[in-house]
């Protein structure tokens, strides 16, 4: 912890002492860092989920027809390992102590 000081405390002479004043923001700039990383991994993961439904075929919606796509690993497997490992990076920013 980094530790500012005050020259201009009163004193009981009329000296001026130094008076040790701590910093008390708990977030430095490297939780900032591990922030915003966690949270490219989550915008990531949403936008890899992203894609057309299950009855979509060429931008329209059709009931006669069944798009498979919608099980691809994309959208199953990698995109919610790409949002756990950013809730994962956002907690340790969080608890990351300066």
């Known amino acids: 912890m ?8 009163a ?20 939780n900032f860092k591990w922030m915003l990383i966690g949270l490219a991994f989550i915008v990531v993961g949403f936008l890899l989920m992203m894609g057309p439904d299950a009855n979509t075929v060429d931008g329209k919606f059709d009931p006669n027809s069944w798009n498979d796509g919608i099980f691809s690993i994309r959208r ?14 956002e907690v340790y920013a969080i608890l990351k102590r300066k």
């Open 2 to 9: 980094s530790k500012k000081t005050n020259k201009f405390a």
């Open 11 to 30: 004193s009981e002479f009329g000296k001026e002492t130094e008076v040790p004043q701590e910093n008390t923001f708990y977030f430095g700039q490297q």
């Open 76 to 89: 199953i497997r990698i995109a919610p390992l790409f949002i756990v490992i950013g809730f994962v990076i």
